[in-house]
T-cell receptor, first 115, second 112 residues
Framework: KAGVTQTPRYLIKTRGQQVTLSCSPI?????VSWYQQTPGQGLQFLFE???????NKGNFPGRFSGRQFSNSRSEMNVSTLELGDSALYLCASSLESGGGTDTQYFGPGTRLTVL | KQEVTQIPAALSVPEGENLVLNCSFTDSAIYNLQWFRQDPGKGLTSLLL?????REQTSGRLNASLDKSSGRSTLYIAASQPGDSATYLC???????????FGKGTTLSVSS
């Protein structure tokens, strides 16, 4: 069974631009969560989607948004990029819930660099 | 607000040694606790998931315990190998939602 895939793996943008990251969950998984990882803050929860609906949201500004499609694939968008948005963005999928009793399986991440 | 702390931040051991990684959390109301491994520049690999009703889980040379009342978990690695070198992350899933709250991790280096 294929794992969680994320595209692109690396991205370089300049301040003020916007970016879209993509995540394909494990087949049959309906929940997709997004996390930001930085050296200073560690791993922080961005949001979770389940059945095309945002079910949970972390403490990030509105510049960070996402969506989920009917095939459970998810995209994350960051508008008006800032230098501080440089990070590894990780996507995780789970069978039914974003946590609860289910193991979350993580993708390899997208490394975003903002210049 | 749930906070997760991992001590030590870094650990170096010779091959073959048994070791314990520690994780503590401030709010005992959790659904589960999960241990992950992260290799440099890579994503996270799930190692063990302990439900709130369980006391421990084992997988191969790994054993994780959970003491909800004291807000602690330990990851025991037996007979460490150089391939175990990585950052180990502890995360809890709280009652308030489905988001995992992570510690900052323990970076383990096993020398041959």
């Amino acid at each position: 069974k294929a794992g969680v895939t994320q595209t692109p793996r690396y991205l370089i943008k300049t301040r003020g631009q916007q970016v879209t990251l993509s995540c394909s969950p494990i087949s049959g998984h309906r929940s997709v969560s997004w996390y930001q990882q930085t050296p200073g803050q560690g791993l922080q929860f961005l949001f979770e989607y389940f059945s095309e609906t945002q079910r949970n949201k972390g403490n990030f500004p509105g510049r960070f948004s996402g969506r989920q499609f009917s095939n459970s694939r998810s995209e994350m968008n960051v508008s008006t990029l800032e230098l501080g948005d440089s990070a590894l963005y990780l996507c995780a999928s789970s069978l039914e819930s974003g946590g609860g009793t289910d193991t979350q399986y993580f993708g390899p991440g997208t490394r975003l660099t903002v210049l | 607000k749930q906070e997760v702390t991992q001590i030590p931040a870094a650990l170096s051991v010779p091959e073959g040694e048994n070791l314990v990684l520690n994780c503590s959390f401030t709010d005992s109301a959790i659904y589960n606790l999960q241990w992950f491994r992260q290799d440099p520049g890579k994503g996270l690999t799930s190692l063990l998931l302990i439900q709130s009703s369980q006391r421990e889980q084992t997988s191969g040379r790994l054993n994780a315990s959970l003491d909800k009342s004291s807000g602690r978990s330990t990851l025991y690695i037996a007979a460490s190998q150089p391939g175990d070198s990585a950052t180990y992350l502890c995360a809890v899933n709280g009652q308030a939602g489905t988001a995992l709250i992570f510690g900052k991790g323990t970076t383990l280096s096993v020398s041959s």
